[in-house]
């Protein structure tokens, strides 16, 4: 089955920067739009960007300059490189793909269907 796995959240003080990592397995990954979400406490999840299979990004327009997703498709792995941040930029932050390849990079949580368990981005403020 498809299978996410985030990792590289952590606390980091205001200006700072994290990485985020995306493993997947149980999909042929280079076929697929990735997506990152993120949910802070008492609000709905949000998108943050996307990756299409053919390497074209979209962005959360607060995230522009900021955060950079890329993919390797030989490690099966999404990532998102968040600089400059924020105290509101504090969620736990979800990869996601969704049900079949190719498509555009979406903005809604509905059109996405594997999610993975989240990895928690804490900026101090």
């Known amino acids: 089955q498809v299978q996410l796995v985030e990792s590289g959240g952590g606390l980091v003080q205001a200006g700072g920067s994290l990485r985020l990592s995306c493993a997947a397995s149980?999909?042929?990954?280079?076929?697929?739009?990735m997506g990152w979400f993120r949910q802070a406490p008492g609000k709905e999840r949000e998108f943050v960007a996307g990756?299409?299979?053919?390497?074209?990004?979209n962005y959360a327009d607060s995230m522009k300059g900021r955060f950079t997703i890329s993919r390797d498709n030989a490690k099966k792995t999404a990532h998102l490189q968040m600089n400059s941040l924020k105290a509101e930029d504090t969620a736990i932050y979800y990869c996601a793909a969704p049900s079949s390849a190719y498509g555009s990079a979406r903005t809604s949580a509905r059109m996405y269907e594997y999610w993975g368990q989240g990895t928690q981005v804490t900026v101090s403020s």
């Open positions: 149980g999909l042929a990954f280079s076929l697929y739009t």
């Open positions: 990756i299409t299979w053919s390497g074209n990004t």
